[in-house]
């Protein structure tokens, strides 16, 4: 007579990185915890330089080449922008935020907001020479803007 045969044992080749996973998940903290947009406010750039300003908040979205794109957005392109010809305009999108952009009144002083927007006017294929001042920007900004209004 024979003996019965055993079912061959299976390995568990994952056991072990399920195991780690799960050790790690329990090292984790119960939720997510983001800085408030008071935490944070007046101290998005410190620069007053209009590429850096550009480089640091704009960039993201408009991509480097200012050609925008389209994706969870459409972002505009800020390259060969007619828009941008009169400089108030710029000025008031940056302030106040338009469409998928946010406003930035509560992250840039009057000085980085004309450099930025002179920045942008004077590149990217832009060729507009008349800068816009701080004392532009001074003229247009208001209180900052809410998510009510």
């Given amino acids: 007579m024979r003996a019965p045969q055993r079912a061959p ?3 568990m080749p994952h056991l072990g990185a399920l195991l780690l996973l799960l050790l790690g998940l329990a090292a984790m903290p119960g939720r997510a915890l983001a800085d408030a947009a ?11 330089d209009g590429q850096v300003i550009y480089t640091q908040l704009c ?10 794109g389209v994706g969870a957005a459409r972002i ?5 922008n007619a828009k941008l010809r009169n400089g108030g305009y710029p000025v008031y999108v940056v302030l106040n935020g338009y469409g998928a952009m946010p406003w930035l009144s509560n992250m840039l002083n009057d000085a980085q907001v004309a450099a930025v927007v002179n920045y942008v006017r004077s590149h990217f294929g832009n060729a507009y020479t008349d800068a816009v001042k701080p004392e532009d920007v ?4 208001g209180p900052d803007p809410t998510i009510e209004r």
């Fill in 59 to 68: 960039q993201g979205c408009h991509m480097a080449n200012a050609r925008g």
């Fill in 38 to 48: 008071a935490n944070v406010a007046g101290r998005a750039t410190t620069s007053t």
């Fill in 9 to 11: 044992q299976r390995a």
């Fill in 76 to 80: 505009p392109a800020l390259a060969g």
């Fill in 138 to 141: 001074a003229a247009v900004r």
